[in-house]
T-cell receptor, first 111, second 113 residues
Framework: GNSVTQMEGPVTLSEEAFLTINCTYTATGYPSLFWYVQYPGEGLQLLLKATKADDKGSNKGFEATYRKETTSFHLEKGSVQVSDSAVYFC??????????FGTGTRLQVFP | DAGVIQSPRHEVTEMGQEVTLRCKPISGHDYLFWYRQTMMRGLELLIYFNNNVPIDDSGMPEDRFSAKMPNASFSTLKIQPSEPRDSAVYFCAVMAQGANTQYFGPGTRLTVL
């Protein structure tokens, strides 16, 4: 079946630190991969996506590369800010099917 | 475009009462999803519609839950009777046909006492 596994949080960092949130997946077929972000009190919103192997999604300084050989889609940012504090969800979608979300990773950034 | 609109934003009710959550999707987005989010269980897909037709309701926890989409502009999620364990944030999300990005509403925080 299709599934997403992401690292448990919370991840606690100081401002300007480097961020990595690991995500691996299991899927039949060729999934599209996503990172969604949920800020406190809000719904989820798309952060970035990649639709095929070796694609790199990027947005707001965040990046993730679709690695088919390691079935991974790790989220990275070179220098986090306090405003990046949120919950981050990795997700996949096989064409014509629903989104499969990971359990979410809470990021806390302190000044 | 105002995005996905959900109402009410907060609902507090007593056990046994009927609760109706509402969603107004973005025009032209043919898929509509209802999710539930709790600390214990994370984000769960309850049901989704395509062109107003329910496609997969396997995530609906039990018969107390029902969802309808009478037209492309409106959907409801009803819980009758409500129980304290239904307390959660309920999200509505939409997606356009042929696309793969979902757009979420702000959610309804439900508390059942």
């Amino acid at each position: 079946g299709n599934s997403v596994t992401q690292m448990e949080g919370p991840v606690t960092l100081s401002e300007e630190a480097f961020l990595t949130i690991n995500c691996t997946y299991t899927a039949t077929g060729y999934p599209s991969l996503f990172w969604y972000v949920q800020y406190p009190g809000e719904g989820l919103q798309l952060l970035l996506k990649a639709t095929k192997a070796d694609d790199k999604g990027s947005n707001k300084g965040f990046e993730a590369t679709y690695r088919k050989e390691t079935t991974s889609f790790h989220l990275e940012k070179g220098s986090v800010q306090v405003s990046d504090s949120a919950v981050y969800f990795c997700a996949l979608r096989v064409p014509t099917d629903k989104l499969i979300f990971g359990t979410g990773t809470r990021l806390q950034v302190f000044p | 475009d105002a995005g996905v609109i959900q109402s009410p934003r907060h609902e507090v009710t007593e056990m046994g009462q009927e609760v109706t959550l509402r969603c107004k999707p973005i025009s032209g987005h043919d898929y509509l999803f209802w999710y539930r989010q709790t600390m214990m269980r994370g984000l769960e897909l309850l049901i989704y519609f395509n062109n107003n037709v329910p496609i997969d309701d396997s995530g609906m926890p039990e018969d107390r839950f029902s969802a309808k989409m009478p037209n492309a502009s409106f959907s409801t999620l009803k819980i009758q009777p409500s129980e304290p364990r239904d307390s959660a944030v309920y999200f509505c999300a939409v997606m356009a046909q042929g696309a793969n990005t979902q757009y979420f509403g702000p959610g309804t925080r439900l508390t059942v006492l």
